[in-house]
C-alpha cells in the first residue's frame, strides 16, 4: 500500500518553545498577590516581622487555611463538586471537642486529634454517599450537612465556652523561629503530595477534566469522587481541631462563615470551579491572602462592611485573573 | 470466501463475542428490538446502518456504557453481564469512540493510561508506560514527541491518536472502532488498517462501525447490516459490496410505493427564490456550495449525523454564519437583498426556526401551552407593554384547533405534553409569526406515527400556501414522502441536489456514504 510509505517526517510537531505561562504553576498569581499584600502590610505596620506578628497572622489564619485545602479535592472532582458544609463541620468538631470531650477530662492530644478526625470522616463519607452514590447534586447535599451540622452545634453547645490551653502549647510557639503552625500546614501538604503521587492523582484529574472520558477509559468514576468528599472531611477535622486550639475554647456559631472564604479561598488560588486544576499549595495561598487582606483592612480601622466588599472584589479579580492566566497558558491552543 | 457449510454449524460457543438483544429501551423509546451480532475469533466484523438503527447501542452495550435490559452477552462462551467500562475491558473488550475522549488535565501519557490503575494503586511504573505509550505511537507513525506535547496544542487526529494507542495498549480481543477513524489522518488510519491485519492473523477481533463504504470495502470480513432497529442480515465479504449493503440498510423494496403528494399541488406555479446561498463554505476546510430554497416548495436536507445537514440548516435560518460564503434574502424584483446576520433578524424578516433539541433550545418547560405558544410574538398581543389575555387564548386557539394538540387546553405547563404535541406548540409559536420561510431542524424525531401524518399534512398545506418550507430529517422515507427537493450533506458540505426522478431512496444513500464519489475519486490501488 503506498500510503504506508508516507514519511513520518510530516507528521512531526512544531517545536513549540514553552512560553512562560506554561512553565509557571497555576498558584503564581496568587503567590505574587500574596507578596504584594505582604509588602503593604509590612509598609503599614514596620514591626510585623519583627515584633512577631506575623507568627499570629498564620494562627489566626490557619482554620481557614486548612478548609481552603479541604475544598481541592471535592472542587477538582468536577461535575459541580464542592463542599458547602466544611464551615458548619468544623464548627462542630470544634464544639465536640471543646464542649464535650475536654470538659469530660479527655486532655490528651492525640486522642482529641483522632476523634476529631474521625468526626471529620465521618462527615466526608455522609457528604460522598450523598453525592457520589445517591448522585445528589454536590451544592444541594452538602448545603444540607451545611444545615444539620450548624443546627447540631448549637444543640451541643448552647453558649461558647473556654477550654484550658495549656496543652496546645506546642501550635502557639515556634522551632527555630518557624511557627509549629506552619509545620503542620507543610505537613498536611506533604499528605496531600503522597496522595496524589498514587494513582489516585491522575484519577482525580481525568474525572475532573472529563468525566466521560475517565468513565469510558476504565476509571471508577464514583469512587474517585467518594474518596474526594472523604479526603476533604479529613481535613475539615483537622480544622475543628485548629479552631479549638486557636479560639482557646469552641463557639457554635464560628463556623458558618468559613464555609463561603473556604471556597473563595480555593478560587484565588488557582484552583478550578469547573474541576481537573488545581492543588493545595494554591488553595493555602489563598487562605492566607484572605486572611492578609482581612488583617490589613482591620489594622487600619476599616469598618467590616468594607471588608465584605474587599473579599467581594478579590474574589471577582481572582476569577479573571486565573481565567486570563489560563487563556494565556492554552494560547495558540489546539489545531 | 467463508466455507458456508461451516458458518451455518458455528455454535454459540464459537464465537468470540456473542450478543443477543431481544429489545434495548430508552426511557419509553425502543431502541433496538431482536438485534444480534456474533464476532468470531480473528475476524474484522463491520457493522453498519443508517443513523438510528441501534449501532450505538450495540457498541454501548459491548463496551459496557450501558447496562442490557434484556438479551444475552457471551464473550468466549461465558455469559456475562458488563457493569460499567472496565469489566468490558476486563474481558478484553476495548472502544475507540468517534468523540475524542481525553482529559486536558492529563498528561499525554496518563491519558493512554487512564484507567488501567487501581483508585490508588499504580499499574506500571512511569517509565514502563512511556515505553508502551511510545511503541505503540511509532506503529501508528507517530514517534515519542508526541508524549512531550502539552495536550491543548494537539490537533483532533492527534488526540484521537491517543485515545487509539489507550485501547491498543491495554489486553484486548475486540477491539471496537466506533467511528473512530474519522478523526485521524490519512497516513494514522493506513497504518491503523496495516496492524489491524496483524492483529487478526493473532486471532484478535475488530468490530469496525463506519459509515465509510471505501474502509469497510478493503477491512471486513463479514458485516452485519441494521436498519430501523433491527437486524438485517449478516453478510461475506463477497457480498458486502457498497450496493449490496446500501440495498439493505434501505431496505428499497417498499420505497418505490411512496407517492409524492406536493409536487403536483404546486405545479403551474413559478417559484421565486426566497433564500440565496452562494458560495457556502459551513466550516473551515469544506468544500463550497450554492443552494436556493424557493417559495411553496419543501426543500429535504439529509445526511448523517455529524455531516453537516444541522449546520446547513442553522445556517438558512441565521442560527450560525457560514464560515465564507453569502446567505441572502432574496427580496422581490426591485428591492435589495439583504445578507443574514442573526436569527433575531433573519426572523424579523420572515425566517423562522424550530430548533432540533426541542426541550433545551425551544421550549419553556414550567410555563403554559399559550405562553410557550407567544413568546416570540408577545407583540402582537399585546398594547403598551401590557399582556391582552383574551388575545392571548384567541390567538392560542387558532392554532391548538389546526394542529390538534391535545390535551385541549392553553393552561397545562409544556412539560406534562407528550413528546408530538410539545413540538407541535413549538411550530405553532413560528407559524403565528406568519414566516415566508420556515427551517424545521429535525421536527419529527421521537414523534408518533399519527403525529407525523398531521405534520405531513401541515407541511404540505404550508407550502401549497407559498411558505418554504426547510425540513432536515434522518429519516429518509419521511423526507421522500413530503419533499420536492433533497439537499444530501456531506463532510459538511451540500453533495447533491436530488429532485423529480432522483429522488430515490437509493440515490440519497449513495450520496450520503459518497459512494458515487469514491468511484470517481480513487487513485489506482489506493482509498484516500
Known sequence: ?335 | MKDEMRMSETKRDDYLVSLLVEAHRYGNTLAIQQCSIEILPGEVHGLVGENGSGKSTIVKLLSGIIKPTSGSLMVSGEELVFANPSDAQRHGINTVFQETLISDGNTAVENVFLGVDGLFKRAKKDSVEREKAIEFAERLGYDASLFRRPLHTMSVADRQVLTLIRSLARPWKLLILDEATSALDIQTRDRLFDIIKEYKHEGRSVLFVSHRMDELEILIDRATVQRSGRLIGVVDKAEATPERLISMMSGDLHSSNYVHQHAQQTEGVVPETKVSLRDVVLVPGAAAFDLDVRSGEILGIAGLEGQGGSSLAETIAGVRLPASGQVALVAAPGGEDRSIRSQRHAFKHGIAYVPAKRQEEGLFAPLSVAQNFIISTIESISMLGFFRKKKLEAATWVYMDKLSVRPRDTAVPVSQLSGGNAQKVLIGRWLNAKPSVIVLNDPLRGVDVGTKRQFYRLITDLAAEGVSVVMLSTEIEELLLISDRIAVCRQSSVARVLEGEARTQQEILSAMFGVLEMAADQPEGDFA
Open chain 1, 1 to 335: 500500500m503506498s500510503a504506508t510509505s508516507v514519511e513520518t517526517a510530516s507528521k512531526k510537531p512544531r517545536v513549540q518553545r514553552d512560553s512562560i505561562f506554561q512553565t509557571v504553576p497555576y498558584w503564581a498569581p496568587a503567590a505574587v498577590a500574596m507578596l504584594v499584600l505582604i509588602i503593604i502590610t509590612v509598609i503599614q505596620d514596620p514591626g510585623f516581622f519583627i515584633a512577631g506578628s506575623w507568627q499570629l497572622v498564620l494562627l489566626y489564619a490557619s482554620p481557614l487555611i486548612v478548609l481552603a485545602m479541604a475544598q481541592v479535592p471535592v472542587l477538582m472532582s468536577g461535575g459541580g463538586g464542592l463542599d458547602l458544609s466544611v464551615g458548619p463541620a468544623a464548627g462542630l468538631i470544634a464544639a465536640i471537642i471543646g464542649g464535650l470531650m475536654m470538659p469530660l477530662g479527655i486532655t490528651a492530644l492525640p486522642v482529641l486529634l483522632l476523634i476529631a478526625i474521625g468526626f471529620g470522616l465521618i462527615n466526608g463519607v455522609l457528604n460522598g454517599m450523598l453525592v457520589a452514590f445517591l448522585r445528589v447534586p454536590p451544592i444541594i447535599a452538602t448545603l444540607a450537612t451545611y444545615l444539620i451540622y450548624g443546627g447540631l452545634a448549637l444543640q451541643l453547645l448552647r453558649s461558647p465556652v473556654g477550654v484550658n490551653t495549656s496543652i496546645f502549647g506546642w501550635f502557639y510557639s515556634t522551632s527555630l523561629g518557624i511557627p509549629n503552625m506552619l509545620l503542620v500546614i507543610v505537613v498536611l501538604a506533604l499528605l496531600w503530595g503522597l496522595l496524589v503521587r498514587t494513582a489516585y492523582g491522575r484519577n482525580l484529574k481525568a474525572v475532573g477534566s472529563n468525566d466521560r472520558a475517565a468513565y469510558t477509559a476504565g476509571i471508577n468514576v464514583t469512587g474517585v469522587r467518594f474518596v474526594a468528599y472523604i479526603v476533604a472531611g479529613f481535613g475539615t477535622g483537622i480544622a475543628g481541631m485548629l479552631l479549638v486550639i486557636v479560639l482557646g475554647g469552641a463557639d457554635a456559631t464560628v463556623g458558618e462563615a468559613y464555609t463561603l472564604k473556604a471556597i473563595a479561598a480555593a478560587v484565588l488560588g488557582g484552583v478550578s470551579l469547573l474541576g481537573g486544576r488545581g492543588g493545595v499549595v494554591g488553595a493555602a495561598i489563598g487562605g492566607l491572602l484572605i486572611f492578609l487582606i482581612q488583617n490589613y483592612l482591620t489594622a487600619t480601622g476599616a469598618p467590616s462592611y468594607v471588608l465584605q466588599i474587599a473579599f467581594g472584589v478579590v474574589l471577582i479579580a481572582a476569577i479573571v485573573v486565573n481565567g486570563g492566566w489560563e487563556f494565556l497558558r492554552t494560547k495558540g491552543g489546539r489545531r
